[in-house]
Structures are given as structure tokens and as C-alpha cells.
T-cell receptor, first 107, second 114 residues
Framework: GQNIDQPTEMTATEGAIVQINCTYQ??????LFWYQQHAGEAPTFLSYNVLDGLEEKGRFSSFLSRSKGYSYLLLKELQMKDSASYLC????????FGTGTRLLVSP | DTEVTQTPKHLVMGMTNKKSLKCEQH?????MYWYKQKAKKPPELMFVYSYEKLSINESVPSRFSPECPNSSLLNLHLHALQPEDSALYLC?????????????FGEGSWLTVV
């Protein structure tokens, strides 16, 4: 089976940096994905990690440690539009999502 | 271009109705998916089609019937649904690219069963 944990909610201010953690336990591992989902919209792909280390993509970075079953999503220079849910997911075709972290960015 | 298109965007149906949700992708992906998402919950996998064949059915009730007419199209036929089936239904597709087997979602179909 698979178990994925994320904090339920986080708050941060515009311009700040926030780190959203994800821990997972899986019977197999094919990669870890991060998605962003604004209220009332579909999830959009942010990042994919399959090897240990940091993947940087503009203001967003994602880190993976397979030995620790741990990942984080780092958001820099926060903007109001970054207020959304952030979903960690693992799997291959059978992608299993964590419960998501609701991020609220305030002025 | 990572585009998965779904129609209709919104659907209201009675419990005795028969309706269908449609999904299309032109990215050459060979795997397509249906997910269901309730409010404030993560998406839950319903079905996976791989090379136009049903490969995963997550014990979904038979009132939901998927169909994959060809590699670009995926339908979800709905019949005798219950009010608790009201949710956002997400179609997705995936294929081997620089981001592994990344799953790309359509905008979803909001279903209300009355």
C-alpha cells in the first residue's frame, strides 16, 4: 500500500519563501510528482523527481530523498496567485495523491 | 502543448438519466485516466486505459462505464447515478517524456446528480 502525508494548511506572506513537506511510504517507487490546484480548477503539473536531489524550475524547486521517503516543494518570491492546494503524488500509472496542502499567501 | 480537453464542463443529471463525459488528447499519449475528486479531497483514481485497453479498474460501481474508442478519446458513460456521485471528474493522459510518466489533467467536468 501507499501512505502519503502532507501538512493540511500553511500560511505565508507575499515575497517570502515557503517549504511544503511530503513524506511517503510505498511498496515500490517510480517517482514523485507535485501538482498545484487552484480552487475549482484541475491539478496542474509542477515537478517530477525520480532521483535524489533538487530540481529547480524558476520560482519552484522540488527535493527528493528516497532513503528517507521525503520530498519538499520550495516556493520562492511568493505571489498572491500562489494561493492554492499543493498535492504530492507517487506512483506510476496508478498515481496516489496525498491529501494536499492548502497554502494561503497574504499581502 | 500539454492539453487534455473535457466536455461538458458542467453537467446536471437526474438519477434516472444516461449521460456521458468526453475527453480528448492529441499528445500521442498511450495511457488515459479517469479520476474523481470530491471537495477538499485529493483526486481518486477510477480507471486506467493503456494502449486502448482497460488496465486498472479501482472497484468502481458499474453505473460508471468507461470506453476508449481510440488512442485519443476516452468516455465515461453514466447511468443511474446517486447524489453522492456528484463530484469533479478529471480525465488525464500520460506518456513518456522528459518528466517521466507525468500525468496531465484536463480541466474537469463538474457533475451534479439531483
Amino acid at each position: 500500500g501507499q501512505n502519503i502525508d502532507q501538512p493540511t494548511e500553511m500560511t505565508a506572506t507575499e515575497g517570502a519563501i515557503v517549504q511544503i513537506n511530503c513524506t511517503y511510504q510505498t511498496s515500490g517507487f517510480n517517482g514523485l510528482f507535485w501538482y498545484q490546484q487552484h480552487a475549482g480548477e484541475a491539478p496542474t503539473f509542477l515537478s517530477y523527481n525520480v532521483l535524489d536531489g533538487l530540481e529547480e524550475k524558476g520560482r519552484f524547486s522540488s527535493f527528493l530523498s528516497r532513503s528517507k521517503g521525503y520530498s519538499y516543494l520550495l516556493l520562492k518570491e511568493l505571489q498572491m496567485k500562489d494561493s492554492a492546494s499543493y498535492l504530492c503524488a507517487v506512483g506510476f500509472q496508478k498515481l496516489v495523491f496525498g491529501t494536499g496542502t492548502r497554502l494561503l499567501v497574504s499581502p | 502543448d500539454t492539453e487534455v480537453t473535457q466536455t461538458p464542463k458542467h453537467l446536471v443529471m437526474g438519477m434516472t438519466n444516461k449521460k456521458s463525459l468526453k475527453c480528448e488528447q492529441h499528445m500521442g499519449h498511450r495511457a488515459m485516466y479517469w479520476y474523481k475528486q470530491k471537495a477538499k479531497k485529493p483526486p481518486e483514481l477510477m480507471f486506467v486505459y493503456s494502449y486502448e485497453k482497460l488496465s486498472i479498474n479501482e472497484s468502481v460501481p458499474s453505473r460508471f462505464s468507461p470506453e476508449c474508442p481510440n488512442s485519443s478519446l476516452l468516455n465515461l458513460h453514466l447511468h443511474a447515478l446517486q447524489p453522492e456521485d456528484s463530484a469533479l471528474y478529471l480525465c488525464a493522459s500520460s506518456g513518456q517524456d522528459s518528466s517521466g510518466n507525468t500525468i496531465y489533467f484536463g480541466e474537469g467536468s463538474w457533475l451534479t446528480v439531483v
